[in-house]
């Protein structure tokens, strides 16, 4: 699984929230009893928790005032390893691709770029994290250069139209703002589909991928406030609520997608998903529905372009 996105859109504090919220499926507190534990390797455990502890001192910055970035940037391309656990016995490896944005910009030849490259090319889900207030509110340039649709477009285009099935995911952070009622969220929704309108066209034309709309709150306590100017330069001005809680929401939704996905593909097409999907050759039944399950707890809510056949339930 890869990510793609430019500098400072969320990549690295998806995947953190996403650690957490998953790797506590078999708490007491949590309802989804699975019997599944999302088991990080062991750099892959000290980045992401780090990280998460980070994002979590959120919580002590006055309220009202500016909040400053809490993570530093990822640099250069860095495997983030899972295993998907079921009862104390490994069952799945997942592999997410983490990188340093600025490298969806570079040129051919640059060794971080042409690394990037091979890898998009390998990868089954692509999850393009989109940085919601820009799109809401930035304008034309302030947008383009937060999120570079163009660019994105650019790479993924070639991928996404080899005969191989693919799950898109465009994954929405920082829009805390819009997701309080239904007319705000149909407001981020439009400005997306504004700026993404060139491949969404495309989309429609190709029968092997199946994209997916996800919005997320990761930090869920800081709200897109305005956007002050010095000089040329534009920022994006984020302000920590009072009476909210540091409470990621929906960051699971983007692996839950992923492995509905999967499970669809492999009894579609075998042979292309051997190796992805090794879980394949487990005769455990009740891993398999473990697994269906996990699947089946994905919200229903979020818009689903291209071949929605692709991700269609799978029971
Ligand atoms: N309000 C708000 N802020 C967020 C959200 N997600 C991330 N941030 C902020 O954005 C900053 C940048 O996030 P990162 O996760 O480091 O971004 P990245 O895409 O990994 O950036 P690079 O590694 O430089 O490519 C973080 O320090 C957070 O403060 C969100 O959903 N809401
Ligand atoms: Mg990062």
């Known amino acids: 699984m890869m990510m793609v996105g430019p500098d400072g859109v969320g990549k690295t504090t998806l995947l953190a929230t ?7 499926l078999e708490d007491d507190d949590n309802d989804d009893q699975s019997g599944f534990e999302l088991v990080a390797s062991q750099d892959t455990h000290h980045d992401l928790q780090e990280a998460y502890q980070k994002l979590t001192t959120i919580v002590t910055q006055p309220t009202f005032t500016p909040t400053g970035p809490l993570l530093k940037g990822t640099a250069g391309l860095i495997e983030r390893q899972f295993e998907m656990v079921f009862k104390g016995k490994k069952e799945l490896d997942l592999v997410f691709c983490d990188i340093a944005g600025g490298i969806i910009q570079a040129n051919e030849g640059n060794r971080d770029f ?9 990868a089954v889900v692509i999850i393009n994290v989109i940085d919601g207030s820009a799109l809401v509110e930035g ?18 285009q070639p991928i996404l139209t080899n005969p191989q099935n693919h799950l898109l995911l465009f994954v929405i952070t920082k829009c805390e703002a819009w997701l309080k009622n239904e007319k705000t969220q149909t407001l981020l929704e439009r400005a ?17 991928v199946v994209a997916v709309l996800i919005p997320v709150k990761t930090l869920g306590c800081v709200e897109f406030t305005r956007i ?38 492999h009894n579609q097409n075998r042979s292309q998903w051997n190796q992805f999907v090794r879980w394949i050759f487990n005769e455990d039944v009740a891993f398999q529905k473990a697994l269906t399950e996990f699947a089946q707890g994905r919200s229903q809510t979020f818009k689903i372009y291209g071949n929605s056949s692709l991700i269609e339930v799978t029971k």
């Not at 042409?114 to 390998?122: G, H």
């Not at 340039?141 to 993924?156: F, G, H, T, V, Y």
């Not at 997306?192 to 092997?208: A, D, S, T």
Request: hydrophobic share 35%; aromatic share 10%; with cysteine.
């Open 18 to 24: 996403m650690y957490h919220e998953l790797s506590n």
């Open 228 to 265: 002050d100017s010095h000089g040329d330069e534009q920022e994006m001005v984020f302000i920590r609520k009072p009476n909210l809680r540091f409470c990621p929401e929906n960051t699971d939704q983007p692996l839950r997608y992923a492995l509905a996905f999967a499970l669809l593909q």
């Open 114 to 122: 042409d690394e990037f490259k091979t890898r998009l090319e390998q």
């Open 192 to 208: 997306f589909e504004k700026q993404y309108e060139m491949m969404l066209k495309w989309l429609k034309h190709v029968e092997n």
């Open 139 to 156: 304008n034309d340039s302030l947008s383009a250069k937060k999120n570079n649709p163009r660019q994105i477009e650019k790479l993924l």
